[in-house]
């Protein structure tokens, strides 16, 4: 069973940058079109920024201009930088296929705050 495990989060002041880091099992990241999720508290989870194996991206308007996703095929991984981080972004962090398929990992805690 394909296993994904988020890493990189923390607390960040407002204006900061953070790199998640999403490791995935087997050969995932060249099969699929991977995408990062968020999930604030009380609110559904929704995607924030995703990669085809092609290497195309897309973002939320909410992201679009500050978050960046990247992947490495050879590690596995598909990373997401985050600049110019708002208190609106505090939200546990998910990576899964798009659509998600996978089984979902513990994901990763930022918060932005002063």
């Known amino acids: 069973q394909a296993q994904l495990v988020e890493s990189g989060g923390g607390l960040v002041q407002p204006g900061g940058s953070l790199r998640l880091s999403c490791a995935a099992s087997?050969?995932?990241?060249?099969?699929?079109?991977m995408g990062w999720y968020r999930q604030g508290l009380g609110k559904q989870r929704d995607l924030v920024a995703a990669i085809t194996s092609g290497g195309t991206t897309t973002y939320a308007d909410s992201t679009k201009g500050r978050f960046t996703i990247s992947s490495d095929k050879v590690k596995n991984t598909v990373y997401l930088q985050m600049n110019s981080l708002k208190p609106e972004d505090t939200a546990v962090y998910y990576c899964n296929s798009l659509p998600p398929k996978l089984g979902w990992g513990q994901g990763t805690q930022v918060t932005v705050s002063s």
């Open positions: 087997g050969s995932i990241v060249k099969s699929y079109t």
